[in-house]
């Protein structure tokens, strides 16, 4: 079905029910109109100029109440004609009470205005900080249906470079899988990334997912922009997309008609550093092979600008970079059976390699996003909009990598610390590395709604987008080699043995000749080294292309002369994605080893800095003179590897709201999807590659349940409660046949199989909140939850048998392939948690203290199944437990803000070409040497200060990480037997404090 096939399948939906509608309400609901009165208007904050979406508006003496939409909005219908009083409240600012007179027919328009006497007001202009996010946020969630949390832009002070990761990750409920420092996934209550479903103004937003074969969001690419407020959906009514397990993700745009100001500019201009590497003037050795300056800035304009009472236009742009100085360790462990004996990994584990690098690294994120508002009439609302993003990374990695070889030794058992490892006496080297690609992509996001609203209180609206996204991995088109190995010469050193790796940031290094010390000074000299034989993965050019377009339509309508209010809602949607991956090496072959001068021409002259943590200077080549030299031998295509998916979703849903008592709401509905999903892959380098497929179709229903509960007798409490069935569509990376060719007699190869009839997950989802929302803006809140996941998939190992048969089924050598698994749906998982959370400004307290505002959170899940394959599985890239406290104070002209994150231990998610696990499966449970690569726990805190000069200048500096808390990962046992096993993985350190000085304003 195409684009405009659905579109037009929608449009006769809609008319269909709007003239069913009409038929069935509207002499009724017109009949009624004339016997009654009707109040709308509009509240705004008198200090900002900013219309309140979330206010709370009651008829005085009657159980007649709504809340304010978008703009500050609201309407009352049905009302006794003569003199009412009108009460209005919003979390931190003061209730007030309008006095109106209602006639009959004719509604009566009022402007609340609402002020606080705590808010300090400078020009006319509040100085907005943490504590006026947060009484955003505790509004909008107040008045949400289901369980719902929204974050406000200014909630928790600054994003210095606009990854919205950083801003997310201080909600209960969220963990973000981090790439070193990079924040990739966000997780939802335990669940893996690729179950989180992003969207722009509901509608899904396009991703490249750094060309692997997932299906998760990757925060990095886009720049956070244009957002008035984040909304989090942890429970599901039929109206959202059935495959969002894990939660949906809703970035709400900025709209010229969110202030009552004609026209407003604001502005943020800042300049960042880090503070280990600091330097207001150029300095060599970073990325690339120029000199470059290591303070970068960061702006961000908004213009809104209301042409006419009916015409509005926001216009948005943001520019950011980032220089981040990483120095880190990195380990690998020894995990292969010696012999088919009981390994020795588990009592006296040996080092395999140990890698000292230093990444100098350039992040930079552009956007420009606008979005028009043309009211065509009071009742008809026509919404577009629009953004572009430009990601451009630079990584520039260089440092000694130590190959122990297999058969290395050790003295001492477990992590004594001194313990001392030693080079095996064959399959050893000392390599110098040097890796540098540049990785970018942009993402394009349209959509607009049309809608109309009805006399007898009905409305419609139509939605459509389209979004691209693509990502390339480049290196030679760049003019440089993307990976340079030369291995320091033999004659030096025939041995090298490390010690106190347990204890120390950089373990001691000892070279020696035929058991005579050699000086480190050997391996420091470029000249001591030779690149010979192959450029291995000298140029990788990897593409990802993504494209999602659809179009839905609604029509919700109240039903007259019931006993109790009912309105009910349908819809219509149709969403098609497209997938391309391309994943090529290009390889070549040196004529003669290059060595001595020869290889110290090309050096990187501009690299002098210590590598990591002491170990001092290090000549490198310089990836761009290695390309002057040899980019024409990069002739031979290794590998090129292609994969296509096309996906298609049709849905169509009802709703029902129906008032059971004023004080008592219930939502639900049932939900039909049907899901289509073709793909291809082969590998286009090997004419012996079987080109793989894959055709998947299923559909199912989806019900929900959802009610919120706010006695009238004690009216700051909100229960809510809800159960859910929804779905995950299997990753890209399980549905199809994969086969990874190994070295010729090696056996290094591994062949990945889906079963045919594979099933996607489903999941049911319970969720109770009880929420007390306190008198100085302010909320305590627990939550309890639990999803059921069937038919989770997991790998099954391969017998020889099997391996063999699909090894000549691919036309591959069985000698050449080390491993096979099978993709199966798995046992039952189940994830439970709960999430704590408190919210409050301390206005109440006296002089100087009230002007503190605090939010803590803390999330607590526990994933359970009857299988370890099954659990382990399900716990990727989730953290099990997290926890937030943010801290703002304002006194006069100034505003702080100190924001701390805790995330527990994480399992690697195995997204983005890493491994989430090594080593290898064996029913005897002392020969299986399976390791699970886990984040450890980490705290970070930020803080920021400002002071505002007037309503045009506020001035701030901004310290991120300001304890410099680095990063460790570490490998812990697979089988429950040994998982209190644990081996390092990497220490990682960022450049930080990170600092930023900056001003902001608006005119």
């Known amino acids: 079905m195409t684009l405009a096939h659905c579109l037009r399948f929608g449009l006769i939906r809609l008319r269909m029910s709007l003239g069913l509608a009409s038929l069935a309400f509207t002499l009724p609901v017109a009949a009624s109109a004339q016997q009654a009165g009707a109040i709308t208007g509009r509240v705004v904050d008198a200090a900002t100029g900013k219309y309140l979406e979330g206010a709370e508006i009651s008829v005085e003496g009657s159980k007649i109440r709504t809340v304010t939409q978008r703009a500050g909005v609201f309407s009352l219908t049905n009302l006794p004609v003569g003199p009412q009083r009108v009460v209005v409240a919003y979390p931190g600012l003061e209730t007030k009470t309008e006095s109106v007179t209602i006639e009959p027919g004719k509604p009566t328009d009022i402007t609340v205005r609402l002020s606080s006497g705590d808010i300090i007001t400078l020009a006319e202009y509040r100085v907005e900080s943490a504590k006026e996010g947060m009484a955003q946020a505790i509004a909008l969630q107040k008045v949400s249906i289901q369980s719902k949390l929204v974050a406000a832009s200014d909630?928790?002070?600054?994003?210095?470079?606009?990854?919205?990761?950083?801003?997310?990750?201080?909600?209960?409920?969220?963990?973000?899988?981090?790439?070193?420092?990079?924040?990739?996934?966000?997780?939802?209550?335990?669940?893996?990334?690729?179950?989180?479903?992003?969207?722009?103004?509901?509608?899904p937003m396009a991703a490249s997912s750094s060309i692997s074969d997932t299906r998760r969001f990757e925060f990095e690419q886009i720049a956070m922009n244009n957002v008035e407020t984040t909304e989090l959906y942890k429970t599901m009514?039929?109206?959202?997309?059935?495959?969002?397990?894990?939660?949906?993700?809703?970035?709400?745009?900025?709209?010229?008609?969110?202030?009552?100001?004609?026209?407003?500019?604001?502005?943020?201009?800042?300049?960042?550093?880090?503070?280990?590497?600091?330097?207001?003037?150029?300095?060599?050795?970073?990325?690339?092979?120029?000199?470059?300056?290591?303070?970068?800035?960061?702006?961000?304009?908004?213009?809104?600008?209301?042409?006419?009472?009916?015409?509005?236009?926001?216009?948005?742009?943001?520019?950011?970079?980032?220089?981040?100085?990483?120095?880190?360790?990195?380990?690998?462990?020894?995990?292969?059976?010696?012999?088919?004996?009981?390994?020795?990994?588990?009592?006296?584990?040996?080092?395999?390699?140990?890698?000292?690098?230093?990444?100098?690294?350039?992040?930079?994120?552009?956007?420009?996003?606008?979005?028009?508002?043309?009211?065509?009439?009071?009742?008809?609302?026509?919404?577009?909009?629009?953004?572009?993003?430009?990601?451009d990374l630079h990584f520039h990695q260089r440092g000694p990598q130590f190959a122990f070889g297999n058969a290395s030794t050790r003295s001492?058992?477990?992590?004594?610390?001194?313990?001392?490892?030693?080079?095996?006496?064959?399959?050893?080297?000392?390599?110098?590395?040097?890796?540098?690609?540049?990785?970018?992509?942009?993402?394009?996001?349209?959509?607009g709604t049309l809608s109309h609203d009805f006399l007898n209180a009905s409305k419609a609206w139509i939605t459509a987008y389209w979004s691209r996204a693509d990502g390339q991995y480049r290196d030679v088109q760049k003019g440089w080699i993307g990976n340079l190995q030369p291995a320091l010469n033999a004659s030096l050193y025939n041995s090298f043995t490390f010690s106190h790796v347990f204890d120390r940031e950089l373990p001691d290094i000892s070279l020696a000749l035929n058991g005579s010390p050699v000086p480190l000074d050997a391996m420091r000299s470029l000249a001591n080294y030779t690149l010979s034989g192959t450029l291995a993965n000298a140029e990788r050019p990897w593409t990802a292309n993504e494209t999602k377009d659809g179009v839905s339509g609604h029509y919700r309508f109240e039903i007259p002369n019931t006993p109790v209010p009912v309105s009910l809602q349908v819809g219509a949607a149709y969403d098609k994605t497209k997938r391309d991956i391309e994943r090529a090496v290009i390889t070549g072959a040196l004529p003669s080893a290059v060595t001595g001068?020869?290889?110290?021409?090309?050096?990187?002259?501009?690299?002098?800095?210590?590598?990591?943590?002491?170990?001092?200077?290090?000549?490198?080549?310089?990836?761009?003179?290695?390309?002057?030299?040899?980019?024409?031998?990069?002739?031979?295509?290794?590998?090129?590897?292609?994969?296509?998916?096309?996906?298609?979703?049709?849905?169509?849903?009802?709703?029902?709201?129906?008032?059971?008592?004023?004080?008592?709401?219930?939502?639900?509905?049932?939900?039909?999807?049907?899901h289509k999903l073709d793909g291809t892959a082969v590998d286009r380098a090997n004419p012996r590659s079987k080109p793989a497929a894959t055709d998947l179709k299923y559909d199912s229903y989806y019900p929900s349940l959802q009610l919120k509960y706010n006695p009238a007798a004690l009216k700051p409490l909100v229960v809510r409660a809800g159960v859910s069935r929804t779905v995950g569509h299997p990753d890209y990376g399980e549905i199809l046949p994969n086969v990874t060719e190994g070295d010729v007699g090696r056996a290094n190869g591994v062949i990945t199989i889906p079963t045919p009839g594979l099933k996607p997950y489903y999941s049911t989802n319970y969720d109770v909140a009880v929420d007390f929302y306190l008198h100085n803006t302010g909320v305590v809140g627990v939550a309890l939850f639990r999803k059921d996941v069937k038919n989770f998939i997991i790998s099954r190992p391969m017998t020889s048998a099997e391996i063999a048969a699909y090894a000549a089924e691919f036309n591959v050598s069985a000698a050449d392939i080390g491993s096979g698994n099978f993709v199966v749906n798995g046992p039952d998982t189940s994830v439970q948690g709960v999430e704590l959370s408190y919210a409050q400004t301390l206005s109440f307290l006296p002089k100087p203290l009230n002007g503190l505002s605090i939010q803590a959170n803390m999330t607590l899940t526990d994933a359970s199944s009857s299988s370890n394959d099954a659990l382990l599985a399900q716990m990727r890239g989730a953290a099990q437990k997290t926890a937030n406290l943010v801290i703002g104070y304002r006194y006069g002209r100034w505003a702080l803000t100190a924001s701390t994150n805790w995330t527990g231990d994480t399992e690697f998610s195995g997204a983005v070409n890493t491994d989430w696990f090594t080593g290898t499966a064996n029913a005897d449970p002392n020969l299986d040497t399976r390791l699970v690569s886990v984040k450890r726990a980490t705290t970070t805190t930020n803080v920021k200060i400002e002071y505002q000069l007037d309503?045009?200048?506020?001035?701030?500096?901004?310290?991120?990480?300001?304890?410099?808390?680095?990063?460790?990962?570490?490998?812990?046992?697979?089988?429950?037997?040994?998982?209190?096993?644990?081996?390092?993985?990497?220490?990682?350190?960022?450049?930080?404090?990170?600092l930023s000085l900056g001003v902001r304003g608006a005119f």
């Open 155 to 203: 909630q928790f002070g600054p994003i210095s470079e606009g990854n919205v990761g950083e801003y997310l990750k201080y909600l209960p409920g969220i963990s973000i899988d981090y790439n070193a420092n990079d924040a990739r996934g966000v997780s939802l209550r335990g669940l893996n990334t690729s179950f989180t479903v992003v969207a722009v103004d509901g509608t």
């Open 237 to 391: 009514t039929p109206d959202i997309p059935a495959n969002a397990t894990g939660g949906f993700v809703n970035f709400v745009t900025k709209s010229a008609f969110d202030r009552q100001e004609t026209s407003l500019l604001t502005y943020d201009l800042s300049f960042v550093v880090p503070s280990t590497n600091f330097s207001l003037g150029k300095k060599s050795g970073v990325w690339g092979n120029d000199s470059h300056y290591l303070v970068r800035p960061n702006l961000e304009m908004n213009y809104a600008r209301r042409i006419t009472d009916k015409i509005g236009i926001n216009f948005n742009y943001r520019f950011s970079e980032r220089y981040d100085d990483s120095p880190r360790i990195e380990y690998g462990w020894v995990t292969a059976t010696p012999g088919g004996a009981s390994t020795s990994l588990w009592s006296a584990p040996r080092l395999a390699s140990l890698n000292v690098r230093t990444e100098q690294k350039l992040t930079h994120r552009e956007a420009f996003a606008t979005k028009l508002d043309y009211h065509v009439s009071d009742d008809t609302k026509l919404i577009l909009s629009g953004q572009w993003n430009w990601y």
């Open 951 to 994: 309503r045009r200048f506020t001035l701030y500096f901004l310290v991120n990480n300001i304890f410099n808390e680095g990063r460790d990962d570490y490998l812990r046992g697979y089988l429950p037997e040994h998982a209190s096993f644990e081996l390092p993985r990497t220490h990682y350190h960022f450049g930080e404090p990170y």
């Open 412 to 447: 001492g058992l477990g992590t004594d610390t001194e313990s001392t490892f030693t080079s095996a006496s064959t399959g050893y080297s000392v390599g110098n590395n040097v890796l540098y690609r540049n990785k970018y992509g942009t993402t394009w996001h349209f959509n």
């Open 597 to 674: 001068t020869s290889l110290a021409s090309m050096l990187d002259e501009g690299f002098n800095k210590d590598v990591a943590y002491g170990f001092g200077t290090y000549q490198v080549m310089d990836p761009y003179e290695a390309f002057t030299q040899y980019g024409s031998l990069l002739t031979r295509v290794a590998n090129d590897f292609y994969r296509n998916f096309d996906e298609d979703n049709t849905a169509i849903y009802l709703r029902g709201d129906v008032n059971v008592t004023p004080d008592l709401l219930l939502v639900g509905g049932v939900r039909w999807e049907q």
